[in-house]
Nanobody, 120 residues
Framework: QVQLVESGGGLVQPGGSLRLSCAASGSIFRINAMGWHRQAPGKQRELVADITSGGSTNYADSVKDRFTISRDNAKNTVYLQMSSLKPEDTAVYYC??????????????WGQGTQVTVSS
């Protein structure tokens, strides 16, 4: 079994910063891409950013130049540094990982989500 556990969400004022972390654990053989999605109230879930095992990154246009995704392969952890936060960034943020577990096919795993609220 593979688990993803997020941390770092909370309440922040517009223009502020937050750093999200997500650690993967369990019977992991290899982790390919890792990423962050978000879902705001009344809206569809959307990709925020993702990163390959080699470090190539991809961002949603709405967060480019404000958010930075990174990962520590030795710790099976992905981070999302969020800066210049806007009220429209308010959402539940979900960590994702494409994992090949021991003796299993590669599958996508999701964390439980962490709330980010941007408000004055």
């Amino acid at each position: 079994q593979v688990q993803l556990v997020e941390s770092g969400g909370g309440l922040v004022q517009p223009g502020g910063s937050l750093r999200l972390s997500c650690a993967a654990s369990g019977s992991i053989f290899r982790i390919n891409a890792m990423g962050w999605h978000r879902q705001a109230p009344g809206k569809q879930r959307e990709l925020v950013a993702d990163i390959t095992s080699g470090g190539s990154t991809n961002y949603a246009d709405s967060v480019k130049d404000r958010f930075t995704i990174s990962r520590d392969n030795a710790k099976n952890t992905v981070y999302l540094q969020m800066s210049s936060l806007k009220p429209e960034d308010t959402a539940v943020y979900y960590c994702t990982a494409e994992v090949r577990a021991w003796l299993k096919a590669t599958s996508d795993y999701w964390g439980q989500g962490t709330q980010v609220t941007v408000s004055s």
